[in-house]
Structures are given as structure tokens and as C-alpha cells.
């Protein structure tokens, strides 16, 4: 049974930074796009970046452009998700998913297509 487990969670000040990590096992999803997702109390939960099977490509929503960077090791099986300049705004479960390649990137930015996600981990930015 696939799975996959996020980490690196917390709370942390308004500027500060955390890197979120999400480790899959059970198969190889390597040849998978991976994506980063994130749901806020009282909200829908909403895309915030993935990347394609090779790392080459990166996708963001435009609030975290600039302060977020996704990255992937498929040796390691890991997502990360390193997030900067976090903002009280950010705080939110976040959850990483995966879904398989396609040639219509645009679908990446969609909840729905992701097959496998894993449990979350709350990320907390005190103002």
C-alpha cells in the first residue's frame, strides 16, 4: 500500500522559515508529479506548488512565488517544500499528494487528480 508522510511542521514567527519534507513508500513515485497542498481553518483547501518527475518543471500558486521552493529527490523517494518569508497567512495543514504525469500540465493545480495523499502537517505563523 502506498503512503506518504509529511514532516517538518511547526510554529515559527512571521519571516521565519520551514522546511517541509514528505517521504513516500510502499512504491516508487519517481515518474509521478508531486504536489504540495495546503488547508486553512474555515477553508477550501487550496494548491500551492508541485513538480514534475524529473524536478525540471515547478509549479506555484501566486501568493508563495518567491518564498516557496518545491523540490524532489527520487532517491530519497522525498518531497520538500521550503517555505521563506512565511507569512500569519500561511498557516494551514499541509499536505502532499501525487498524481501521474500529464501532458496538460494546467490539471497539476488540481486537488482532484491527486490519487495518493498523506496525512498533513500544521504549520503555524505567529504574527
Known amino acids: 500500500q502506498a503512503q506518504l508522510v509529511e514532516s517538518g511542521g511547526g510554529l515559527v514567527q512571521a519571516g521565519g522559515s520551514l522546511r517541509l519534507s514528505c517521504t513516500a513508500s510502499g512504491r516508487t513515485f519517481s515518474s509521478y508529479v508531486m504536489g504540495w497542498f495546503r488547508q486553512a481553518p474555515g477553508k477550501e483547501r487550496e494548491f500551492v506548488a508541485a513538480?514534475?518527475?524529473?524536478?525540471?518543471?515547478?509549479y506555484y500558486v501566486d501568493s508563495v512565488k518567491g518564498r516557496f521552493t518545491i523540490s524532489r529527490d527520487n532517491a530519497k523517494n522525498t518531497v520538500y517544500l521550503q517555505m521563506n518569508t512565511l507569512k500569519p497567512e500561511d498557516t494551514a495543514v499541509y499536505y502532499c499528494a501525487t498524481t501521474p504525469r500529464t501532458s496538460d500540465s494546467s490539471r497539476y493545480y488540481l486537488g482532484y487528480v491527486y490519487n495518493y495523499w498523506g496525512q498533513g502537517t500544521q504549520v503555524t505563523v505567529s504574527s
Open positions: 513538480i514534475g518527475w524529473s524536478g525540471g518543471n515547478t
